[in-house]
Nanobody, 125 residues
Framework: VQLQASGGGLVQAGGSLKLSCAASGLTFSDYYMGWFRQAPGKERKFVAAISSLGGNTYYADSVKGRFTISRDNAKNTAYLQMNSLKPEDTAVYYC???????????????????WGQGTQVTVSS
């Protein structure tokens, strides 16, 4: 199984980026997908998650209204559209996959079966 995250970069505050997570080696439509981020010297934190068929989405309060998670099961790819970016959004962003989920469990990094390598997002002020 491989999860390949891409789309990170350097952007000014208020700008936008769209991250992608391309999956291979698994039946993508069987898996919830999540995005987490880790800033330097800090713990990894939940950002957003989406159910296997895309019917349910979950967001951290800090990104609600600014970020949108989506997926295209035909392309085995999950996305994270990030708008109105702030310097505090600077982090390495990781995508992850898990077989099952609930509103409380998808926010916890334990339970995710597979992780991508991370993509750096830097927001300048």
């Amino acid at each position: 199984v491989q999860l390949q995250a891409s789309g990170g970069g350097l952007v000014q505050a208020g700008g936008s980026l769209k991250l992608s997570c391309a999956a291979s080696g698994l039946t993508f439509s069987d898996y919830y997908m999540g995005w987490f981020r880790q800033a330097p010297g800090k713990e990894r934190k939940f950002v957003a998650a989406i159910s296997s068929l895309g019917g349910n989405t979950y967001y951290a309060d800090s990104v609600k209204g600014r970020f949108t998670i989506s997926r295209d099961n035909a392309k085995n790819t999950a996305y994270l559209q990030m708008n109105s970016l702030k310097p505090e959004d600077t982090a390495v962003y990781y995508c992850a996959a898990r077989r099952t989920g609930a509103a409380w469990s998808v926010r916890r990094d334990e339970g995710y079966n597979y992780w991508g390598q991370g993509t750096q997002v830097t927001v300048s002020s």
